[in-house]
């Protein structure tokens, strides 16, 4: 994949995505008098095999800006309950 960042705005393969989850963290960014959430950055390609994560909370957020790429190999998890969407909440098999 293809990431980048300009004003404010994350791009995936050129694709502008959508993040409404930031509306209330800009909010508060503009009462700082802060313009931008996110630094803009140029576009990069995500090496194979990794991750490039961003977190929600983007003005305090310890990740892959400052992490770098992440390891498909260190991610681990298991899926137990779903929570979303409310038409599937409940235990995963």
Same mark, same amino acid.
């Given at each position: 994949?293809?990431?980048?960042?300009?004003?404010?705005?994350?791009?995936?393969? *050129? %694709? $502008?995505?959508?993040? $409404?989850? #930031?509306?209330?963290?800009?909010?508060?960014?503009?009462?700082?008098?802060?313009?931008?959430? %996110?630094?803009?950055?140029?576009?990069?390609?995500? $090496?194979?095999?990794?991750?490039?994560?961003?977190?929600?909370?983007?003005?305090?957020?310890?990740?892959?800006?400052? #992490?770098?790429?992440?390891?498909?190999?260190?991610?681990? *998890?298991?899926?137990?309950?779903? #929570?979303? $969407?409310?038409?599937?909440? *409940?235990?995963?098999?």
């Amino acid at each position: 994949d293809r990431i980048s960042m300009k004003d404010d705005q994350l791009y995936v393969n *050129g %694709t $502008p995505q959508a993040e $409404p989850y #930031l509306d209330k963290n800009r909010k508060a960014a503009e009462q700082e008098g802060l313009m931008q959430l %996110t630094e803009d950055f140029q576009e990069f390609v995500v $090496p194979a095999e990794s991750y490039y994560v961003l977190g929600d909370n983007r003005l305090n957020s310890m990740d892959s800006r400052v #992490l770098g790429f992440i390891s498909k190999d260190s991610v681990l *998890g298991e899926v137990k309950i779903r #929570l979303s $969407p409310f038409e599937h909440i *409940g235990f995963v098999k």
